[in-house]
């Protein structure tokens, strides 16, 4: 799905998904299945099964006047127990935008789904002329050798990075990567997890990456993802990214949504519900 934020077209893409292979109990551990299970009647295609969410590797494309910005690059076809990904190349080429065209890598952050087609199995770079950014506070985490065994992906798909350019963005500041696209610090779900907003004439996008897992935390963000590093940052981050979207002119994007993963978070029924665009 294409979408204008003014001056610039905001894409959704995947990278392939399926069944998540962990259960509602593992991804949200605190919450009974018996609290999570009226809500597939909001939300049905949030809901793979009763007890499984769905897999979906969400990216992101942004064409502006000055560049062409890839957020994330996907999960590729190594993923282990989780379904294969892949797609992202073939579905920006159906938007028309080579790997080559990219000007503009950056990552909300380094799980492996985000980083995944970041180098090819020869080592060459995939976005051969971009430049890349990151968070600092992720870069330290993740390339951390003490932590090497934990992350294996990083070395393949990430710390090469360190020999072409790089821009770490600092913490607690918000950070213009190009016009129209600011960098906004979300920390919880990973240390230096990143949010994105896209303003154009006076129109405005957020780009929630993976603050939000399932459209449910809208309305119950202080609810645990298993994956979250800081479970109480990833909450506060939550309430404060819903207070810049709710009931208000703006389209929000998040990763693991279903498709389209664009729409606006509005109040229904005394609640903060995900509407997503038709």
């Not at 004439?201 to 963000?221: I, R, S, T």
């Amino acid at each position: 799905m294409i979408v204008r934020i003014g001056d610039i077209e905001l894409i959704s893409l995947s990278d392939g998904g399926g069944v998540f292979p962990f259960g509602f109990d593992g991804v949200f551990p605190d919450v009974p299945l018996a609290e999570i299970a009226p809500w597939r009647a909001v939300y049905p295609a949030a809901f793979a099964s009763e007890t499984h969410p769905p897999a979906r590797y969400g990216a992101f494309a942004l064409r502006t006047p000055s560049a062409t910005v890839l957020v994330d690059t996907g999960f590729g076809s190594e993923t282990g127990p989780f379904p294969p990904g892949g797609l992202l190349l073939g579905a920006l080429a159906s938007h028309g935008i080579m790997a080559a065209d990219v000007d503009v890598v950056v990552f909300s952050h380094l799980h492996p789904d985000h980083v995944g087609q970041t180098f090819a199995a020869d080592g060459e770079a995939v976005f051969e002329h971009a430049r890349y950014a990151v968070a600092a506070a992720d870069w330290r985490h993740f390339t951390d050798p003490t932590r090497a065994a934990d992350f294996p992906w990083i070395a393949g798909q990430v710390a090469p990075l360190a020999a072409r350019e790089l821009h770490l963005l600092p913490a607690g500041a918000e950070h213009e990567l190009v016009e129209g696209v600011v960098a906004v610090p979300a920390p919880g779900h990973t240390p230096g997890h990143t949010a994105l907003v896209v303003r154009s004439c006076g129109a405005q996008a957020l780009l929630l990456a993976d603050a939000f897992f399932h459209p449910v935390q809208l309305a119950q963000p202080e609810w645990r993802n298993s994956a979250d590093s800081d479970p109480a940052a990833a909450s506060a981050t939550r309430s404060a990214l819903l207070a810049r979207v709710l009931d208000l002119d703006v389209i929000v994007g998040a990763c693991h949504f279903p498709e389209p993963a664009l729409g606006r978070v509005a109040t229904v029924a005394g609640e903060p519900r995900w509407l997503p665009l038709a």
